[in-house]
């Protein structure tokens, strides 16, 4: 059963009441709120998850509320809450959709430690994978966003959930943040972006959310293979430019980028290595999507399948 | 006399090494840092995950895998090595 098969009035009240589960990976969550954007940010982007109306248990119990006393009509803000402990300083009440969204990511990444956990984007084509990692402003969510646009299956644009004995990628597909210029990039890139509401003047600028695809969604018990790394960056007037990066820089970053490296110790820095060694790692500098993309489309063609 | 050094929890050090490129990847299980070594820095502790050695000695030993003259230049290039890798958390050294 997806969210989509709820009337918006049953959503509303699961969301309002005992909590909306929701499907999202290898994860369920029982998310709870009355907040209107909230609910209105829900009901777009998370449609074509599943739910259900069985009791089970949830990894995370997500509420998100508004803070009390005077804060409910000066400057108002909204609380994340895990398991009725707030882990972070709550935020303007018109941030409740991206502070959803930033800490479900912290839920994920502070408690999978099934996995290796990579801050990196991750898409597939033809059953290949390509993870990009990327610090922020490197543009990879740019270039996330414009893949999945033109076919190729989101497996997630925050983090790649690496199983260290099979190096399997599990998906957890969920909507594409996207930063400031980066919003307009995409809503001109393609008439079929689908983006949400924006949230102005966050610590990260101003962010808004794409809507990832249908079938990314159904595909998100299917986990993929590594085929190549590719570390993004954007820079304005660049020539686009592929080119090979050297293993133990490669591994260097895949370690800083990784969530939980000093939990995993030695399993996931032997797990790093393992995928390092197992498919082709590129540096990828780009400023223009156009040119970008192909390149990205030959990497996937490339016969050479990863020991 | 001189102090001798040794690897701090020798058996929590993990290597990453490829054959065509020049810098060793190490990570370190007590302090959860992953550094890129070059290869001075890579022999010096692998030498000191063996055993317990004087800057001289290192520095004779060095000279010989590296086939080099042990010089003042290179006995500053492993005390600065050694003062690096403490400050990291690498290495110890024994009380004179």
Known sequence: MKVADLSQRDMAGQLTGKGLPIQIGPFWINLRSTIPDLLRHVAFFYSEYETTESARFFDFHITLKNAGGLRRWVKPQVHFLLDEYAPFKPLPYIHAFAMFEWGLNWCIATTAHRYLIIHAAVLEKAGRGIIMPGVPGSGKSTLCAA??????????????????ATRAIT??????????ESIGIIRDF??????????????????????????????????????????????????TRLTEKAKNSALLEIQENAFNTHILGKVGFESATSLINSCPVFSLEYSQLEEALPIMERLIADSEVPA | MERRWFANAPDQFCWSIWPDEEEAVLFHQGSGDTLMLNPLGEFLLKRLQLERQTPSELTRSAADFFEIDANSELADAVHLSLLTFRSLGLVISDSL
């Open chain 1, 147 to 164: 893949m999945a646009l033109r076919g190729w299956r989101l497996l997630s644009d925050e983090m790649v959930l690496l199983d260290p």
């Open chain 1, 190 to 239: 393609s008439a079929m972006a689908e983006i949400g509401l924006a949230a102005k003047d966050t610590a990260k600028g101003t962010v808004a959310h794409l809507k990832p695809s249908a079938t990314s969604i159904r595909l998100a018990g299917v986990t993929s293979r590594p085929h190549a790394i590719v570390f993004p960056k954007f820079r304005a007037g660049s020539r």
């Open chain 1, 171 to 180: 998906p957890v597909p969920r909507p594409v943040s996207l930063k400031n």
